[in-house]
């Protein structure tokens, strides 16, 4: 744990207390100072307490003592409208801030040279986070990984001088962290997502900015720019030339930075890199999405000074990450992928792009503009499975244009992917859960939906007596 100092003797409200909550609590605890914490859930309040936090309505109590507010990041702060206890604290004058500003306040309070990379944007962060602390660790540095990829910051082990610490942050705990200012701040991508918690796309791009507000001369801003809004903040940074700034790009060649074309990585001097230059043999780093995701690490690595050859060692040796593109099993011709973390659908255009011979489940809890923008993607599909509460929106948008089925739940939808998959015809043909949907429909996050996909193939498979995982 990363103590949070600066609050020491002093009352710090804490609203929200889910996993990051309950670890903002303890952190402060541990850095000294007086934490009352409160959670709209009952059931939340009902596990603080069991924990020993102190709790207190703070929409039912007075601010004047109270020196800051760490709000949880899945707490409104601006739209659709702040949270009551964001309304009294800055009616009181007090900070409203998150466990990623306390996290950069502690760490350069105990280690100043400790150094953070920094990782956003809308889809790609947990794999482009989980490379990174891979090729960190590889590459011989002492690297500590958390954030929004899972363990919350906080927890993370304290500082040396030699740590460099490898954080997702999300665009909630960047609205949350004003004085942030990472060694290496990535923006990866910006697409339509979170529009009712930012109000509209303007602002969700100007919120992923911010990350590289407080950069200078000694940090590098490393920056995706094959969409329109990354692409404008890139432009505009290296405009104000505060910090380096490393443009990446797949498809297009760039003048600096680093880019990929036709799976061959280029670096700022225009030159195939020698070693391991070829991502096409990069089998847990398959798909252009994930070439961008590649991209940006190596031009990370070569931020924090690690050599060509060592980097792209480091990738060879990367297991990717459970959900997003994860091949669950092969046999007989057909593909069994998890990408469970494609939550819209932008994140399952990667899937679809990547590959062909398709037998896609899909639904969920829509959002905003269901699967219309995936229409290029319908002739690479065999057949689609329709489970939850998208089913009909989704069966409007397929029909007449690619054959589907009403599955409803997902074992049905395995089940009969699985056996269409089976009688198909092609070298590879693919089961893909790539749902372009939220899960908290049928399931509590998708994490849970991924590893229920994976217990239904390997079921089906077992069935047929032939797993081979």
């Not at 007090?94 to 306390?102: C, T, Y």
């Not at 893909?432 to 994490?447: G, I, R, T, V, Y």
Request: charged residues 25%; proline residues 3%; glycine residues 10%.
């Amino acid at each position: 744990m990363i103590p949070a100092t600066g609050f020491a003797q002093r009352n710090v409200a804490v609203f929200g207390l889910g996993k990051s909550g309950l670890s903002t609590v303890r952190a402060l605890e541990a850095g000294g100072a007086r934490v009352i914490a409160w959670d709209d859930t009952e059931a939340k309040r009902a596990e603080a307490a069991a924990a020993g936090v102190t709790l207190e309505d703070l929409t039912k109590r007075s601010w004047v003592d109270i020196s800051a507010l760490v709000l949880s990041p899945g707490v409104p702060l601006t739209h659709p409208a702040p949270h009551p206890t964001v309304t009294l604290a800055r009616a009181a004058g007090v900070e409203v801030i998150g466990d990623v500003e306390l996290f950069y306040r502690a760490v350069k309070a105990l280690a100043p040279s400790a150094r953070i990379v920094a990782i956003t944007g809308t889809n790609g962060k947990s794999t482009t986070t989980a490379l990174i602390g891979h090729m960190v660790k590889r590459c011989g540095g002492d690297a500590q990984v958390g954030g929004n990829i899972g363990t919350p910051v906080l927890e993370l082990t304290l500082p040396t001088h030699s740590t460099v610490y490898v954080i997702e942050v999300s665009s909630y705990q960047i609205d949350l962290a004003p004085s942030l200012k990472p060694d290496v701040g990535i923006l990866l991508n910006v697409t339509p997502d979170h529009i009712d918690r930012h109000g509209s796309i303007e602002n969700y791009a100007a919120v992923k900015a911010r990350l590289f507000a407080k950069q200078d001369a000694a940090d590098t801003a490393i920056i995706g720019v094959d969409d329109a809004y990354s692409s404008d903040i890139c432009t505009r940074l290296s405009a104000k030339r505060a910090q380096k700034v490393v443009p990446v790009s797949v498809g297009k060649t760039l003048g600096r930075g680093v880019y990929v074309l036709d799976g061959h990585l280029y670096d700022s001097a225009g030159t195939q890199t020698q070693k391991g230059g070829d991502f096409n043999f990069l089998r847990t780093l398959a798909g252009a999405h994930n070439w961008q995701n590649a991209a940006v690490a190596y031009a990370a690595g070569r931020a924090l000074g690690y050599s060509r050859d060592k980097i792209l060692t480091a990738f060879e040796s990367f297991p990717g990450l459970a959900h997003r593109m994860e091949i669950v099993a092969e046999q007989d011709g057909v593909c069994y992928v998890n990408d469970s973390k494609a939550t819209n659908a932008d994140a399952a255009s990667k899937a679809l792009a990547t590959y062909d011979n398709i037998y896609w489940i899909i639904g969920g809890k829509s959002k905003e503009g269901g699967i219309e923008t995936l229409r290029e993607y319908f002739p690479r599909l065999r057949r689609a499975y329709l489970i939850g509460a998208a089913t009909d929106e989704f069966a409007r948008t397929l029909d007449g244009k690619v054959d589907f089925v009403r599955s409803q739940t997902l074992d049905r939808a395995v089940e009969a992917a699985a056996r269409d998959a089976d009688e198909g015809e092609g070298d590879m043909r693919v089961v893909l859960l790539s749902p372009a949907c939220a899960s908290f429909d049928q399931f509590a996050n998708f994490e849970e939906r991924g590893e229920a996909f994976r217990t239904h193939v390997l079921k089906h498979l077992s069935e047929k007596g032939r797993v081979r995982a």
